[in-house]
């Protein structure tokens, strides 16, 4: 039984898939997927112990700290374990890294991008994560990481207009805006900021599908996405965890 782990900015996310329900170049099916915050950590240990796991694949991008609380857990619940801990590299499960120094990649974003080309086979990909940060990356029809984006997410956006400006008010990101000229000033925070996230994700698609000179699809994810996709003026298809879904695909390329 394979536990999945993404352990990002913001909270921790694990899964375990059905191994025998899953097929090709679809998400998998998912026995048990939940996440807990940084400050529950220690409640992952009883989560996990009724589980007979056998391997364990974790993508960190969370620090040391979180690093070493995660090794520690694993450590007592599953002591005859070795975790894989996910670095970026040069070639993995099927994806080639032209980033300039491959390694420093974020894992998150190598799974990400490992998952997306597993989904998307021979499809040229715009792959926006929309946590607290935003990362838009593209990937070719022929499974090469070319390079990406990186902007502060939807809610740190926000949250940093509304700390650093006197007189505005903290608001969340999950206010709704119905038209881009807001006649209000929470409003018109969610507005600059939902529009300056999907700002980027289209000029990704567009300068992407002008450099391939054919079609790309679009995927989005992460915590911000459903407040983004509606104002997108494209398809984009919604793809819930694909860090985790990219653990997977690597568990199943190297299957010892």
Known sequence: M???IDAGNTRIKWGIPRLTT???NVVPEWQEIDSVTHAEITALAECWKQYPVTRVLISNVAGDGVKAQLSAILARTFPALQAYWLTSQAELAGL???YRHSQQLGCDRFASAIAAHYLYPQHNLIVATCGTATTIDAISANGVFTGGMILP???LMAESLARNTAQLPQVAESISVHQPFADNTDQAIV?????AQTGAITFAYQAFAAEQKTAVTCL???GAAPYLTPHLGFDCQHIPNLVLTGLYVVAQSNPN
């Open 2 to 4: 394979l536990l999945l």
């Open 22 to 24: 899953a097929s090709t």
């Open 96 to 98: 080639q890294n032209h």
């Open 153 to 155: 997410g939807l809610k």
């Open 191 to 195: 507005s600059g900021c939902i529009h």
């Open 220 to 222: 989005i994810s992460g």
